[in-house]
């Protein structure tokens, strides 16, 4: 069974940095695409971050590009998003997720396509 849950998530004041993490089972990194998306209230899904499976590349949002760093460690089946210079606009709640479909989820990270797997969210509050 795939397996997600997303923590780290806190208050900060904007300029600031804060580092989620995901645990992951059920799955290994060779054989899914995994990323970060985010919702905001009353706000649609906003992909952020995407390593695709077939050339480990890792895709970012321009809304985040330069100021999230997404990585891994295989050996602790867990996944970060390190998150600097943060503004009032990311406040969101933050999931991490998997897919294994056909679906370009990682090419069109700008836009945001459904992964098949995704666990409970963490709050990232941004304060001004």
């Known amino acids: 069974e795939v397996q997600l849950q997303a923590s780290g998530g806190g208050l900060v004041q904007a300029g600031g940095s804060l580092r989620l993490s995901c645990a992951v089972s059920?799955?290994?990194?060779?054989?899914?695409?995994i990323g970060w998306f985010r919702q905001a209230p009353g706000k649609e899904r906003e992909g952020v971050s995407c390593?695709?499976?077939?050339?480990?590349?890792?895709h970012y949002a321009d809304v985040v590009e330069g100021r999230f760093t997404m990585s891994s460690d295989n050996a602790k089946n867990t996944v970060y998003l390190q998150m600097n210079s943060l503004k009032p606009e990311d406040t969101a709640v933050y999931y991490c997720?998997?897919?294994?479909?056909?679906?370009?989820?990682?090419?069109?990270?700008?836009?945001?396509?459904?992964?098949?797997?995704y666990g409970q969210g963490t709050q990232v509050t941004v304060s001004s």
């Open positions: 997720a998997a897919d294994n479909s056909a679906l370009p989820i990682c090419s069109y990270i700008n836009y945001y396509l459904d992964y098949g797997y």
């Open positions: 059920g799955f290994t990194f060779d054989n899914y695409a």
């Open positions: 390593r695709s499976f077939s050339d480990g590349r890792i």
